[in-house]
């Protein structure tokens, strides 16, 4: 399993699909191996990673089967989100040095893109790290995701689950800019604590709390106008008991459901008698909002009026249990491997 | 349970709510009773009705709990729309011998009405059942949730369910005036082949053919891009199987789910990974729309364009079985009831 030792500076240490899941990933459906770095062809930009950015949405990827995507091929590198360096650049547009996130760079050190995968990622601006996270595919998810798909109106109420999560977080902090209260729904007492103190939501409800249910009902005596479902599952359902007529639910995901974990559904019949609009949404369908985005996350940011905590692990070998990790509910923030950079 | 012979003429013989159903009502949850018509106020119009107009919304009501409309007290009238003529009217914009649809005219012989629920009739443009079908509830029922919520375009595949029933019948006929492919869903063969060849359907599905999902699937070979519900349960399963992307699902009904046919639920992730709208509606929510629908209607209508069958069973007596018959698929059309008129 351990890689083997480099041969070379430029191999290309990979972790590739060894084995489709069933429910939640096992360590042993991945495979480490390495390759050499292919030779740069015209318009092609070679990226050295130093970090992974991981997300639930790499899950369904490698199950087979119709979706939005290709399915990973057995053997193919995991998909993924990756910030790290220009080291060579057969592209106008990058040069060497320059700091960049590479859309689909891949559980692996290296990756070779065409510019259309590849964002420059100004250090001026943030870290890199910052760029996965607030001003990466999690900051652009929650945006479109809460704004486009949620609509939210001042006043209204707002429910996010994984509130500690990335996407999670981040619907939460721009609920609040929009003047809504704003409940999460997280694991644990310190998720929870966070999510109030350090994140500023309005209240947070532990859904570990056997109580759970009630205790939701109680943080939203008036109802839910907007559900925003990172999970699916259990706790969708009962959210789902607290919308109010006309309430929306955005489905950004379905953690929940990518591990088989049982769940009775919603309730049907709500959708009809409260007149509720529940709708799924990605974020390739919104790239005419990218430079909205880009706008007002950037100036969020600068002026500290959203924050995203990085969970860091270090090491490729760690890719996988940080994912694992992620699909369960053990991550704090951001998940993100830091890659070693001294080969 | 027959009623006492009737004591004078001005007695208004009712069916009121016995007990609460559990699942599909039976006809011991009803009961019949004989109460004197009160004394008109101000106001108020007294309606002999002629017909009863029956849908199954009205079994929302005969549960407790919270909904969009206060449940049917036990004890209390059932809940449903009749048309007949004006008996006696302190409005000055109604009078004796008008023919008038009332809203919540209710399971009974007579009733008493503000004119905000009493609605005139025309018998020059229709006779009195169109007008609690296609120019009636069941008429705006599939107007507003075909065109406002399903929003569709030309060319769009819309499947609908209970498609011999009176809002499916409508809901395929506007879809093809609005150049749509129209596939139906019916219970049994004889159903089917009126949807299709006297509804003009474009193909028609019985659901109860154990090849049912392949059948559908063969007859939207390219997927639904409309799926317009009237039943949940398992056949709204099979339907969601085949949406395509951005593919719209309009709730309007849920006769499996009123009476607890087991279903498994849609899958869940393919409203994420489809992009799928899921709405639920209730027409009250379009009051706006209503001169729209009366102007495309009654032209439809004049013009032969849209046409329903009514389903009619004879005596007020039979108004309970007429409705468990709705609510199990034995109607075939628009159910109505005609009321004896010699009293």
């Known amino acids: 399993m351990p890689f083997a030792d480099p041969k070379t500076e430029m191999k290309n240490r990979q972790i590739v699909l060894q084995k489709r899941p069933e429910g939640l990933p096992k360590l042993s459906d991945f495979a480490f191996v390495e390759s050499d770095v292919p030779q740069l062809s015209d318009g092609q930009i070679l990226v050295k990673h130093r970090y992974l950015g991981l997300a639930p949405a790499a899950r369904i990827r490698m199950s087979a089967g119709p979706s939005y995507a290709p399915p990973t091929p057995i053997g193919g590198v995991i998909y993924g989100q990756a910030a790290g360096l220009v080291v060579a650049s057969k592209h106008p547009r990058f040069s060497a040095g320059e700091a960049v996130v590479v859309t689909d760079g891949g559980w692996q050190e290296y990756s070779i893109a065409s510019s259309r995968m590849v964002a420059k990622a100004s250090p001026q601006l943030a870290p890199l790290t910052v760029w996965l996270g607030i001003l990466g595919v999690s900051g652009f998810t929650a945006y479109v995701g809460l704004l486009d798909v949620g609509q939210p109106k001042e006043g209204e109420v707002v429910v996010v689950s994984a509130a500690s999560g990335a996407v999670g977080s981040l619907v939460g902090q721009i609920a609040r800019i929009k003047g809504c209260y704003v409940v999460g729904i997280s ?139 992620l699909l369960t509910g053990k991550n704090f923030g951001k998940a993100i491997v830091e890659l070693d950079q001294s080969t």
């Not at 005596?221 to 955005?250: H, S």
């Not at 009809?272 to 706008?295: A, C, I, M, N, S």
């Open 187 to 325: 694991g644990g007492p310190e998720k929870c604590a966070y999510v109030v103190d350090d994140l500023k939501f309005d209240a947070c409800v532990d859904h570990r709390n056997p109580d759970f249910g009630d205790a939701l009902a109680r943080a939203c005596p008036d109802g839910i106008d907007i559900y925003f479902d990172n999970v699916g599952g259990p706790v969708r359902d009962e959210a789902f008991k607290l919308m109010k007529d006309f309430g929306r639910v955005v489905i950004c995901g379905l953690i929940a459901e990518y591990n088989d974990e049982a769940s009775s559904g919603p309730s049907w019949a709500s959708l009809l008698t409260k007149r509720l609009t529940v709708r799924g949404f990605l974020t390739r369908d919104y790239v005419h909002r990218k430079q909205d985005f880009e706008t007002d996350t950037s100036h969020w940011y600068a002026n500290g009026q959203v924050r995203l905590r990085d969970d860091i692990s270090h090491g490729l070998e760690q890719t996988p249990s940080a994912f694992i990790n």
